[in-house]
């Protein structure tokens, strides 16, 4: 029994390893799954941000040249003896093949236009009020500029952004600006060939925030301030990354893939929304997880029907076990119980050093009974004696059992043998006082006979003699007159 228990609670302990290696395994898997889907948009990000940023920079850059070319030709000795449309020609002849590129101007030290590539109605227009103006004013070491976006007046309010350079002085001092438009229509027309999700963005902004372009389009965003969180701030400081975040007006949250453009003061980034990254991933884990539940739970059932088979069988080998050393008339133990019970404890016994003593018992004239009233009732009789039986071996380990027919015995472990004729007595005196009638009895009524056998089991001797010696002193008392107790 021990070790099929054993074998059970590794049956059981395995089982339970299969449901949580499948529930283990439906976890490792998804998280693993998740991971690829993340790494693969943000490469997807990366490449895309990369090949803009790439594409963005020499274009601008081939702006830039064009600016710095007009610088050169304006320290030409001369310059100012040429005129009208030679003049343009002359400065601004680098700037005809640029698509996107507007009109490129030269501003004085007080923002007039004193050159321009085209001709320009309001020849008087002082541009000393503008951003891109007042920074090569105050600083001689910008470089390349770009401004803030803003709708050009010189061409119907077009959307652009101005890119500008310094001009300075032999000196040094501040002589003007040369500044040229690029309409944000290049970069529009960029992302139009790109194909992103509904919720995808890509922003073009500056360093300081300020953003260029958007698409999708809105003209709300266009110069609007992105006010960046500290950790996206970091990721800008190190010019290089990617971020998870809030950062637009529509609250959605996106993964901001982003790179700065090489040698200007842009950066781009494309916003993935997470919810879209995700959501390939997430029809995934609505198919794995039923099905991973569902398996979790057959197994887990089977092992409940396991144990709960295994607890009816053994409820049934119990019953079995009961039935097979339990009297089925009387309740009471059987013969074969008696015989187990007497060899475990003579061996309780001889061990300890304490006596055992034995009742056997017997009903008086029984034959007569059952000639009178006949079997039915002679059970009755069998059922009322084993009754008294069980009422007076009170102690967890005595033990009363039929022994066959209308004889019974009641062992008693550790009792002396004067304690045992009391208990005798107290068996013999309820039956007397029941009342039972049985006209073929002395008296009358039911009595029973009653020898008591006690020994201090030693090495060598058999359990069988103390069976004997009670046999041989229930016949005694048969022999002196019935309804007595006799001991030896």
């Known amino acids: 029994m021990k070790s099929r228990g054993f074998l059970h609670r590794i049956l059981y302990a395995l089982a339970g390893l299969v449901a949580i290696g499948i529930c283990a395994a439906a976890v490792a898997l998804l998280w693993i799954d998740r991971r690829l889907t993340w790494e693969a948009a943000y490469t997807a990000g990366h490449n895309v941000t990369s090949v803009l940023a790439a594409d963005i920079s020499r274009t601008l850059h081939l702006y830039d040249l064009s600016l710095q070319g007009v610088v050169e030709r304006l320290r030409e000795p001369g310059i100012e003896q040429v005129k009208g449309e030679a003049l343009r020609r002359f400065l601004f002849d680098r700037s005809s093949s640029a698509e996107y590129l507007g009109a490129i101007g030269v501003l004085d030290e007080h923002g007039n236009v004193r050159y321009a590539s085209m001709e320009i109605d309001e020849a008087d227009r002082n541009f000393s009020d503008w951003d891109y103006f007042q920074v090569h004013r105050d600083a001689d070491d910008v470089g390349m500029y770009v401004s803030r976006p803003y709708q050009s007046p010189l061409r119907g309010g077009d959307e652009s952004i101005a890119i500008s350079r310094r001009v300075s002085h032999s000196d040094g001092s501040f002589a003007g600006v040369v500044v040229g438009s690029l309409r944000l229509a290049y970069f529009r027309d960029r992302f139009a060939t790109l194909s992103i999700g509904e919720r995808d963005a890509i922003t073009v902004f500056r360093n300081d925030g300020v953003v260029l372009v958007r698409n999708p389009y809105s003209l709300s965003d266009m110069g609007r301030e992105v006010d960046f969180p500290q950790d996206f701030q970091q990721f800008l400081i190190r010019r290089e990354g990617a971020f998870v975040g809030t950062l637009s007006p529509d609250g959605v949250k996106r993964l901001y893939t982003f790179e700065p453009i090489e040698d200007t003061p842009l950066v781009i980034n494309v916003a993935q929304a997470v919810d879209d990254i995700l959501e390939p991933w997430v029809r995934r884990v609505a198919l794995v997880v039923p099905v991973t539940l569902a398996l979790f739970l057959s197994v887990i059932a089977q092992i409940v029907l396991f144990r709960r088979e295994?607890?009816?069988?053994?409820?049934?080998?119990a019953q079995l076990e009961m039935q097979a050393q339990t009297d089925a008339?009387?309740?009471?133990?059987?013969?074969?119980?008696?015989?187990?019970?007497?060899?475990?404890?003579?061996?309780?016994?001889?061990?300890?050093?304490?006596?055992?003593?034995?009742?056997?018992?017997?009903?008086?004239?029984?034959?007569?009974?059952?000639?009178?009233?006949?079997?039915?009732?002679?059970?009755?009789?069998?059922?009322?004696?084993?009754?008294?039986?069980?009422?007076?071996?009170?102690?967890?380990?005595?033990?009363?059992?039929?022994?066959?027919?209308?004889?019974?015995?009641?062992?008693l472990p550790d009792t002396s043998g004067q304690r045992a004729i009391s208990i005798a007595e107290a068996i013999r005196r309820a039956m007397l006082e029941s009342g039972v009638p049985h006209p073929d009895n002395d008296g009358g009524v039911v009595?029973?006979?009653?020898?008591?056998?006690?020994?201090?089991?030693?090495?060598?001797?058999?359990?069988?003699?103390?069976?004997?010696?009670?046999?041989?002193?229930?016949?005694?008392?048969?022999?002196?007159?019935?309804?007595?107790?006799?001991?030896?």
């Open 310 to 317: 295994m607890r009816l069988r053994r409820a049934f080998e």
């Open 329 to 411: 008339l009387t309740g009471i133990p059987n013969r074969r119980a008696f015989d187990e019970a007497l060899a475990r404890e003579w061996q309780a016994a001889r061990r300890d050093g304490h006596p055992l003593s034995l009742l056997f018992l017997d009903a008086d004239r029984f034959k007569r009974y059952n000639d009178r009233y006949g079997h039915q009732e002679g059970d009755e009789l069998l059922k009322t004696l084993a009754a008294i039986l069980k009422k007076n071996a009170r102690r967890p380990r005595d033990l009363a059992a039929r022994y066959g027919g209308e004889e019974f015995v009641v062992l």
């Open 447 to 488: 009595t029973v006979s009653i020898g008591v056998a006690t020994m201090l089991p030693k090495a060598g001797d058999e359990p069988s003699a103390l069976v004997e010696a009670a046999d041989a002193a229930v016949y005694q008392a048969k022999e002196s007159g019935r309804n007595r107790v006799v001991a030896l």
